[in-house]
């Protein structure tokens, strides 16, 4: 089965982690994942920034080496970062800011990818929001 996942929810709430467990499970079962969508606050799970407590189970961490390893389409909403302050290289100069916090392997991109996604995938499975 082919699964599009969007995750929308911060990488310190519990919706991101069950959604990287959930990610984590979908590939070792042998279904494909066609794209990692990270929408509203689920973009800070992207971000270079975080910087987890060490009692902790470092989510956004675990997510970078989880697309990392698989070589997964993982896409960020290019709205919703700016909106937060995720920006990747580009971003950064095309504002004029000094922070740069969206390392590789996150892509910023339009909600059209979400989209995209959907009707590629045989299902589309959401975590977090309101």
Not at 5 to 13: C, D, E, K, L, T
Not at 40 to 62: L, M, R
Not at 85 to 104: C, D, H, K, S
Request: glycine share 8%; proline share 5%.
């Amino acid at each position: 089965m082919k699964f599009a996942i969007a995750v929308f929810s911060p990488g310190h709430a519990p919706s991101s982690r069950r959604a990287l467990l959930f990610a984590q499970a979908a590939l070792a079962g042998g279904h494909e994942i066609v794209r990692l969508f990270f929408y509203q606050d689920g973009v800070h799970s992207a971000s270079g920034n975080i910087v987890t407590p060490q009692d902790e189970f470092d989510v956004p961490a675990h997510w970078r080496a989880f697309v990392t390893e698989h070589a997964l389409d993982a896409v960020v909403c290019i709205a919703a970062a700016l909106r937060r302050g995720v920006l990747n290289e580009e971003e950064a100069a095309r504002y004029q800011r000094n922070a740069v916090n969206l390392p590789a392997p996150w892509d910023l991109s339009g909600l059209g990818q979400l989209h995209e996604a959907a009707q590629t995938a045989d299902r589309l499975v959401c975590f977090g929001g309101d």
